[in-house]
T-cell receptor, first 115, second 112 residues
């Protein structure tokens, strides 16, 4: 149980284009979903927290107009990187919390490369 | 604010030897503690978690961790490691079960 999927697993795009990443909880309802960014050989940095049906809460320093988050249902959240630039290249990981105290369950990650 | 310290960035261990990965945290309130493992180019997998109750927590793949409130530690241990345990290990803490704060990670390398 507690499986989280992400799509796509990797994406290469041109600078200036927008990229959408989907995060789905497959076998549980996720009241809260989280989006992280991970640079090579570094830890995960929380970008934003989203609750179903409400606006996402962004961490300090994260541009909400650049990283659009939508949590339309209890099983789906999307992250859209708008007007992507090479510095946005990174490994983006989502996680979902089902409300039972504690753990977040992580997706397999999406590797984004902006050329 | 909560924080997590993983003092060892890299730990090399011979196969079948025991290992301990250290984690210390700071928080002004009660916390939940977690260990996650990340294999190359993959997301994180939950190894174990401490929410309350017994301070010795057993997880998957033969790992266990002990919560020590007085030393604010949550060290991860395994009595005998295997090649397949080579990975990055992250300790994490959350206050009131909300957002996680991760340590910087420890790369465990198993030497045949």
């Amino acid at each position: 149980g507690a499986v989280v999927s992400q799509h796509p697993s990797w994406v290469i795009c041109k600078s200036g284009t927008s990229v959408k990443i989907e995060c789905r909880s497959l076998d549980f309802q996720a009241t809260t979903m989280f989006w992280y960014r991970q640079f090579p050989k570094q830890s995960l940095m929380l970008m934003a927290t989203s609750n179903e049906g409400s606006k996402a809460t962004y961490e300090q320093g994260v541009e909400k107009d650049k990283f659009l988050i939508n949590h339309a249902s209890l099983t789906l959240s999307t992250l859209t990187v708008t007007s992507a630039h090479p510095e946005d290249s990174s490994f983006y990981i989502c996680s979902a919390s089902g409300g039972t105290a504690g753990a977040q369950y992580f997706g397999p990650g999406t590797r984004l490369l902006v050329l | 604010a909560q924080s997590v310290t993983q003092l060892d960035s890299q730990v090399p261990v011979f196969e079948e030897a025991p290992v301990e990965l250290r984690c210390n945290y700071s928080s002004s309130v009660s916390v939940y503690l977690f260990w996650y493992v990340q294999y190359p180019n993959q997301g994180l997998q939950l190894l174990l978690k401490y929410l309350s109750g017994s301070t010795l927590v057993k997880g998957i793949n033969g790992f266990e961790a002990e919560f020590n409130k007085s030393q604010t530690s949550f060290h991860l241990r395994k009595p005998s490691v295997h090649i397949s345990d080579t990975a990055e290990y992250f300790c994490a803490v959350s206050e009131f079960g909300e957002k996680l704060t991760f340590g910087t990670g420890t790369r465990l390398t198993i030497i045949p």
